[in-house]
């Protein structure tokens, strides 16, 4: 048996794997740590309470993603409400300098959200997700994600009050967010997802903007990063979004029943990247069955190789109660599982 | 020239002041607030939305679409074979709306607006603006399980939202704003726009008509736009730049809706840089023929910045007309 020489970087994969199985990012808060959020805003208990159940509920996930058998994990986002204004005020974090939580505002029937405000020139803060990512790595030997929001939806769902034009705001937000991530690689994180949700929002106008902010944000830097493109007409940018310079980028494929998979075979998918495919629809509490997954798997590999895939529910498991997320992990790891046996990998 | 509002106003106050509207349809989820004493809500909201519209000095005012959850299911719902369906990202924004779905024949049963507008009219010493969606807009963010043809569908909106404009026109309303903002993101629609806008007219008078556009400019279509049956051509130019070239290259013989201020963020503009906007375009448009007012409805920035703007858009109006603010 050889010696071990090197010891081994949990946060990073040992070889590829067929079919590689993760999730995109957050889940359902405990109600426990759902309480805790409303009485810490309310000054009834104090930031090292509200941490502790923060971290208790990151294990709880962790331990849920090992339990189902995901290759590698989210830390869960246990300590965020909002993938922007986490970064920009929401009580908790520790925000970009130059931003702050606005009034609220409407996003559809009686919902309302606190729109972030850019209202002077940006600054980084210092680091605003490496404590939870080291916590979180630190209680399993799978690799676990760091989790940041790109420049260009940063900007895009905020208001700006301090930059002449969105793209001096987006290419400073950038440097900022690039910042993050150098902090994330020094801390030991190898799998960085950079999330770009609003990148399809002006595709004619904007689309190389978001491209060179991803550049701004990575280049140069040694790590792996992926990219989560959500609901929207990714049609219109998929030639454009292909150029993104990350390794991995995914979309929610199970939303439009894998009708992607027709942009793929009509316009191809650049050779030096993986592609991620949302197996489960995560707007639905609605369980899918194993074959209809398998079924999803088998006609992705028809377009590209097991080693290059990874798998994944649609989106974020926010919305979606704790069992609910766990029934959909485990539909999505029974049917990779079976997959892998067929294909012999 | 008049100020006035191009349809939508946010809906609630922040904290610490109690957020009413919220609240109370929180509560009558929970079935702790019955269908009658939440009416009894939504009008007296409405009534302090149309009264700050007219503390900050706008001529014409709308109701400010309190009871709306969006353009698109507010009227829609209660025509023939509706159904309301999934959430969809409202265009180029991070709002959503729930998609009309059509199942059959789409027809017009009972009056949504004329009522809202009567009431609206009663509790307001300001003319009020009725705002009703345009057919080729609602046709486009529709789900079509019946028509098979966007056009045909747009149409049928035509027919039905003309009985919204007759029974409008009948209860006293003389100022009716069409909203048709996606014509902006597609002109190549036009002739089917065009058409639209032709049968939802067809027969109707009595009253000033206006047909509303935002997020983009519509530069290359506006000579044609300038031929609608319509009164009132309404332009955003913040979001929409090169609506002040369009403007300076055709002959403007309509009014002018001039969306100036910004009503997606929340930087506030100054009464002289509106001002200044309002003498440029009066340099193509007569200004007694112009309808400065913000870019488009401003639910899209909270409440007391929407105030904020209807107040720097009233005082730079003020500045052009020489009178004292």
Known sequence: MATQTKTKNAAKLDRPLPLTTTAVGSYAKPDYLTKARSEFTQGKIDRAELDKLEKKATEYWIRVQEKVGLDVLVHGEMERGDMVAYFSGEEGGNPIKGMKLGGLVRSYGNRYYHKPIIHDRLEYPGPMTVDMWKYAQGLTDRPVKGMLTGAYTMVEWSFDEAYPTRREAVLDMARIIRSEVQELVKAGCYYIQIDEPAIHTRPEEDFQLAIEAMHATVDGIDAEFHTHICYGPVEKVYTEMVKLPVKQIHLAFKNTDFSYLDLIRENGYPAGKDLGVGVTDIHTRFIENVDEVKDGLRRTLELLPADRLWILPDCGLKTRTVEESEAKLRVMVEAVQAIRREIGA | ?325
């Open chain 2, 1 to 325: 020239m008049q100020t006035t509002v191009v349809g939508n106003y946010p809906k609630i106050l922040n904290r610490p002041k109690p957020a009413r509207l919220r609240n109370a349809i929180n509560k009558r989820d929970r079935g702790d607030l019955t269908n009658e004493e939440l009416a009894q809500i939504k009008d007296e909201v409405t009534i302090e939305a149309i009264a700050e519209q007219i503390a900050a000095g706008i001529d014409l005012v709308t109701d400010g679409q309190l009871r709306w959850d969006d353009d698109q299911t507010y009227v829609a719902r209660n025509f023939k074979n509706i159904e309301i369906g999934a959430l969809q990202r409202y265009l180029d924004t991070n709002t959503y709306y729930r998609e009309p779905e059509v199942n059959g024949p789409v027809s017009f049963q009972k009056p949504t607006l004329a009522p809202d507008w009567e009431f609206a009219h009663k509790n307001s010493s300001k003319p009020v603006k009725a705002i009703v969606p345009g057919p080729y807009t609602l046709a486009s963010l529709s789900v079509d399980k019946h028509y098979n043809s966007r056009e045909r569908l747009a149409l049928a909106y035509a027919e039905a939202l003309r009985e919204e404009i007759q029974a409008l026109i009948a209860a006293g309303c003389k100022n009716i704003q069409i909203n048709d903002p996606v014509i902006a993101f597609a002109k190549e629609d036009f002739k089917f726009f065009q058409a639209a806008i032709v049968k939802l007219l067809d027969g109707i008078s009595g009253a000033e008509t206006g047909v509303y556009t935002w997020f983009s400019d519509c530069a290359s279509i506006l000579p044609q736009m300038l031929e609608l049956p319509i009164d009132v051509i309404g332009l955003d130019f913040v979001w929409g730049r090169a609506n002040w070239d369009a403007l300076k290259t055709v002959s403007f013989n309509k009014k002018l809706g001039l969306g100036i201020v910004d009503a997606r963020n929340t930087r506030l503009e100054s009464p002289d840089g509106v001002a200044e906007a309002i003498k440029r375009a009066a340099e193509s448009v007569p200004a007694e023929r112009i309808y400065a007012g913000p870019s488009c409805g401003l639910e899209y920035v909270p409440r007391e910045t929407a105030f904020e703007k209807l107040k720097v858009l009233v005082e730079g109006a003020r500045r052009v007309e020489g009178v004292p603010a």
